[in-house]
């Protein structure tokens, strides 16, 4: 995990790519069912892709037919945080990292057991460290 708490717009954008720093960054979006992980089924764990924080494992990936990678639920409640996000007139709850802030995607309460969540993310946001073996 890097550390980020000095880290300045200009030094996101000379370390992320222009669509991770869009999505992560300025709050975007992928479009649906174009990024890289929305059909991996690779095991492994998904690491936040400007830190590196451990955000999801592949144990709890599921394909919601949203076109974007979901999952239900993150390795620890700790690595993530949420927000409001009333944007476009819609009531939405926000899902960053907690450790740089970074936008993830969001949550929605229609996922599977057992905890019926849904955390659509965005690949642009993960960098997936494939399991050794």
């Not at 089924?41 to 830190?51: D, H, W």
Request: glycine share 10%.
């Amino acid at each position: 995990m890097s550390d980020t708490s000095s880290k300045i717009d200009k030094d996101w954008k000379k370390e992320l790519t222009p669509e991770q720093y869009h999505v992560l960054r300025e709050k975007g979006t992928e479009r649906a069912f174009t990024g890289a992980y929305v059909n991996t089924k690779e095991r492994g764990r998904y690491l936040c892709a400007g830190c590196g924080t451990e955000l999801f494992s592949s144990e709890t990936k599921y394909d919601s037919g949203s076109g974007w990678p979901s999952f239900w639920a993150p390795i620890s409640e700790s690595n993530v945080a949420t927000e409001e996000d009333r944007k476009f007139g819609m009531r939405r709850v926000e899902v960053h990292c907690a450790n740089c802030g970074g936008h993830l995607g969001h949550i929605f309460e229609d996922g599977p057991n057992p905890t019926g969540m849904r955390y659509c993310i965005n690949s642009a946001s993960l960098k997936l460290e494939k399991e050794q073996g």
